[in-house]
Structure formats: structure tokens, C-alpha cells
């Protein structure tokens, strides 16, 4: 069900794609977006999640180079029943993590390095553990294209600014003007909606992988709350991967508004406690939850 939604999501954005083309460009300009929209397509499944991982500075790490962290994956993907995804540090004092990859065999796994030195091991396992959720329930695909092909419309739209418009069409400057300023939100609009639903299916999935809701809980109060104060400059950059991301990089969005590419963290938080009740989860590893404003603490390991 997952690839008939990825097929449709990726036919809803070559219409868009191709939309803004015939308002640049008119009939010329249509044809233009839809041979860019399809090899964006077909460069996207294969290459789309090394591009996401590039424009992130993600480095690969082994057991050598990282083994606290090649150990909790190499743990949780065991527990998840899934293959050995890679696993990469992304240079970044906003603690944060992602995951991309086309299919569970392709997958790869990235924590920032503001994660692994604010988060304790409990935490850091629950985060890893929603994002292997995200692999195993074959999220990754559609979330790593859309990022691919939603930047593609932003730079399509502001490629159309600077040349104003086909005059031979009645769309001409308005046209252009209409596509640089709607396309940009059309494609965050679909962010959000393949994301929102998704990160309260992938918090669930990786309380049971981790067994531990309450842990990712407070990894998430922590995450939001150093998201307020901490900027990630890869993500500003490339805002059109933001929706990858256990929390916005970009700000901190509290309500599940339009505007906001994740759930609001309060209702995740209070979701996971539910989780933890019908677990009956000891609480014994975070006997509290801390705020959402709270100050994010605690080493790694």
C-alpha cells in the first residue's frame, strides 16, 4: 500500500511540476518540466537518499569509527527484524536524527552529533529506534523523494523569477509570479501531509522496537526544546528536507496547524504515554518527561 501511495504522491507532484512549467513557459514549458520531473523521478529512487545524506554533510561511520552508536543500531535492527541499515553522523550541534533509503535493504540511519552528546543511551536508543520504524514500515522512500522533487519545484519556481514569465501566453509575469510564490507552498503542503500521520505511526513502532516509549518521550522534549535554541544550518539550507527529521530542524512548531511539517511534540509525547500505559512500561529508565521547553542534558554513554 506504501508504493501505491509513494506512486501516487510522485503523479500528484509531476502535475505540480508540470503546472509551473506551462506557467513559466506555456506548452514549451510544461514539455521541459515533465523530462525534468521524470528523470527527477527515476535519479530519485536510486539516488535519492545519497543526495539527502550530501546535502546534509552526513559521514559514514562503521564499528570502528562509532561503536556505541553501530552497536544500538546493529541492536535495534535486530529487535525491528530488519536488515543492517548504514549509519552516519551528520556534524551538528542541534541534536536531531533521520532516516532515508528506497527499501530496508538500502536504508541508512543518520544522528547528528549534538544527539549523541546531549542525549543518555536510553533516549538516544528510543530516536534510533523511531527511525528504524520509518525503514521497516517503508516510509523512507516516499519522504526521501518528496524532499528531492519539492526542492526541484523551488528552484523550478525561482528559475521562472528570473525569467519573467513566456509574454507569448496569457499567463506571462502573473503566471510566473502565481508559480514562484504558490509552488513552494503546494510542495510543503505535501510534505506535511506524508509526514504528520507518519511520525505518530513511527513513534509507536519504535517504542515497541525499543521497548521503551517513555525514553523516546523524553528524547523528544529534549530534541524540541534544543531545536528552539540551536540551529542547523545543513537543514536551513535545504528546508525542503526538514520533514526527514524525528523534529523540525527549522523552528520550534508547536501546534498541528497547515504550516507545520511534524506533529505538535506535546501530542506525541502524550501519545508515547499512552503507549507506555498499555505496555505497562516501568518507568524506572525516565521517571519524568521533561517539558517541551526544558533544557536538553545528558552524556553520551
Aim: glycine content about 10%.
Amino acid at each position: 500500500m506504501n508504493y501505491f501511495k509513494t506512486a501516487l504522491l510522485l503523479a500528484g507532484l509531476t502535475a505540480l511540476f508540470m503546472a509551473v512549467g506551462a506557467l513559466i513557459g506555456g506548452q514549451a514549458g510544461m514539455l521541459i518540466a515533465l523530462v525534468f520531473a521524470a528523470t527527477a523521478n527515476i535519479f530519485g529512487y536510486w539516488n535519492a537518499d545519497k543526495l539527502v545524506l550530501a546535502m546534509n554533510g552526513a559521514k559514514e561511520v562503521d564499528e570502528q569509527s562509532a561503536p556505541k552508536l553501530f552497536r544500538i543500531v546493529r541492536d535495534l535492527a535486530g529487535r525491528a527484524g530488519l536488515p543492517m541499515p548504514r549509519v552516519y553522523v551528520m556534524e551538528s550541534p542541534q541534536p536531531n536524527a533521520f532516516a532515508t533509503g528506497r527499501n530496508p535493504e538500502h536504508a541508512a540511519v543518520c544522528a547528528t552529533t549534538g544527539l549523541l552528546q546531549m542525549l543518555g543511551e536510553d533516549e538516544i536508543r528510543g530516536v534510533l529506534a523511531h527511525e528504524l520504524a520509518h525503514v521497516k514500515n517503508h516510509d523512507t522512500l516516499t519522504m526521501t523523494i518528496t524532499a528531492t522533487l519539492a526542492g526541484a519545484i523551488s528552484m523550478l519556481a525561482n528559475f521562472g523569477l528570473f525569467f519573467g514569465g513566456n509574454r507569448d501566453n496569457n499567463s506571462g509575469v502573473l503566471g510566473t509570479l502565481a508559480a514562484v510564490l504558490l509552488a513552494p507552498l503546494a510542495a510543503m503542503i505535501v510534505q506535511m501531509a506524508i509526514s504528520r500521520s507518519r511520525e505518530y505511526e513511527a513513534d509507536r513502532g519504535g517504542a515497541e522496537i525499543s521497548g521503551a516509549p517513555l525514553a523516546l518521550a523524553a528524547a523528544l522534549g529534549k530534541l524540541e526544546g534544543a531545536a528552539r535554541r540551536i540551529p542547523n544550518l545543513a537543514a536551513q539550507e535545504n528546508p525542503a528536507t526538514a520533514h526527514l527529521f524525528i523534529v523540525n530542524p527549522l523552528s520550534g512548531a508547536r501546534m498541528d496547524n497547515l504550516f507545520s511539517t511534524h506533529p505538535s511534540t506535546e501530542n506525541r509525547i502524550a501519545a508515547l504515554e499512552a503507549i507506555a500505559r498499555e505496555m505497562k512500561t516501568a518507568p524506572a529508565h525516565a521517571t519524568s518527561v521533561p517539558s517541551v521547553g526544558a533544557r536538553a542534558r545528558g552524556p553520551w554513554g
